[in-house]
């Protein structure tokens, strides 16, 4: 199934859809980890299209702080959706030590399913932020004939995190799913506040800015723009199929809004940069991190933005994004650079 179409299926019921140039992409650079924490979430392509329909209700009371949602609720909230389910097998880890993530997704029958449709390179995207969205990594892991997945990762803080399986199982819902579980990593936890609101984002010399605000239940552009050392970036690399990568996490509820920019590399009219726009409906008001994805001389980096959606302004906030995950964990195919695949 291609990205367009899921694209199609995603807006409607996430109410989010990202358009506009292709943005920033991900693999072994930082992933996100930072003092002062993030946020992020679900599935959207096509500017104008609809989104991905995600588990969840309006008023569902999970969104801490969100006041009355405007749209439907976003994925990631549930362990099981329409049939399908979570299978974590590693349900705790220990802070700062070399862990491996291992988990199926079964079926209706109990059975873990060993099929899947490929959207944006991967059967599967697997994304781990701690819950005051301080860390955040996406993954790729390696399925065996058996249908387990596994990911070597390595997390720096202790603290409860949620796991999200973005997925479209063969024959099954075909719009995709995003399921979440708990993971616990140990140590000693010292939670931290959610960043506050910013414009500019600064990792490993480059420099991001965010231009544009979050509305709950109307669409609104955001840009971003990607410059190194004061100068425009102009030759941003595909990662994933696209020139960019980003995921929204809602605070208090870290309900999942997973989006990819519209347009592709050699389409003819998407530009590698220096500004990605994104067309974005929030679902609800309250605080939203978003981690933005770009990979320019062959590696991934990750910028991370707080922005607010209604009753704030739209402020926004940004921090580079610290990634320290290595190279791919035994892809598929390689992306090129460094989040963990």
Known sequence: MNTAARAGLFAGALA???????GVGSA??????????????????????????????????HGGGHGEDTGPAAGGLQLSESGYTLDLDTRRIDARSPAELRFAVRGADG???????REHGKELHLIVASRDLGTYRHLHPVRDAAGTWSTPVELPKAGDYRVFADFVPTGGP?????????????????PAALAG???????????????????PGSAREVEFSVEKDGKPVTDLQPYLGAYGHLVALRAGDLAY??????GEPGDGSTEPGPEVAFSATAPST????LFLDFKHDGEVRTAAFTVTAGGGGGGASGQGADGGQGAESGQDEADGGGHSH
Do not use: C, I, Q, W
């Open 197 to 215: 609101p910013e414009r500019t984002a600064t990792v490993d010399g480059y420099e991001v800015t965010l231009d544009g605000a979050l509305t």
């Open 257 to 262: 809004l997973h989006v990819h920019p519209n």
């Open 174 to 190: 075909e719009n995709g799913l995003t399921l979440g579980g708990d993971l616990a990593v140990a140590g000693d936890y010292r």
């Open 286 to 289: 309250g605080s939203y991190r």
């Open 16 to 22: 989010v859809a990202f358009a506009g140039a292709y």
């Open 28 to 61: 072994v650079g930082p992933v996100a980890d930072e003092d002062d924490p993030p946020a992020h979430g679900g599935h959207a392509a096509d500017a104008g299209a609809g989104a991905k329909e995600e588990a969840g209700k309006k008023g569902d009371g």
């Open 111 to 117: 059975e873990p399913v060993t099929s899947y449709e």
